[in-house]
């Protein structure tokens, strides 16, 4: 599977953006999908997981009420609206997908075994 994450850039404390991620196989709809972010000198860090069969979401708590994972099936898409942005949130944003997971695992980066190529998500004060 190639996922390709898209739509970042530079946005104004309290702007939106949005992004998304497409997969390369019709089979998408049995994956989880999720989306992390890393900001310079620190871990890659958990933001919302998306379970395309069940539909059930998983957000992290720092994300939570502004931003909202959504789905395209027919583009093989999944987008994150990203509202009320604030400067903690800058960071290149990955999507990752994988087949396997269970709920447990899904807020963790290594149990992921597919990864887009990131986009970088800038938040100014």
């Known amino acids: 599977v190639q996922l390709q994450a898209s739509g970042g850039g530079l946005v104004q404390a309290g702007g939106s953006l949005t992004l998304s991620c497409t997969a390369s196989?019709?089979?998408?709809?049995?994956?989880?999908m999720g989306w992390f972010r890393q900001a310079p000198g620190k871990e890659r860090e958990f933001v919302v997981a998306?379970?395309?069969?069940?539909?059930?979401?998983y957000y992290a708590d720092s994300v939570k009420g502004r931003f909202t994972i959504s789905r395209d099936n027919a583009k093989n898409t999944m987008y994150l609206q990203m509202n009320n942005l604030k400067p903690e949130d800058t960071a290149v944003y990955y999507c990752?997908?994988?087949?396997?997971?269970?709920?447990?695992?899904?807020?963790?980066?290594?149990?992921?075994?597919?990864w887009g190529q990131g986009t970088q998500v800038t938040v100014s004060s």
């Open positions: 990752a997908a994988d087949s396997r997971l269970i709920a447990s695992s899904v807020r963790y980066a290594h149990e992921y075994d597919y």
């Open positions: 196989e019709r089979t998408y709809s049995r994956f989880i």
């Open positions: 998306y379970n395309w069969s069940g539909g059930a979401t």
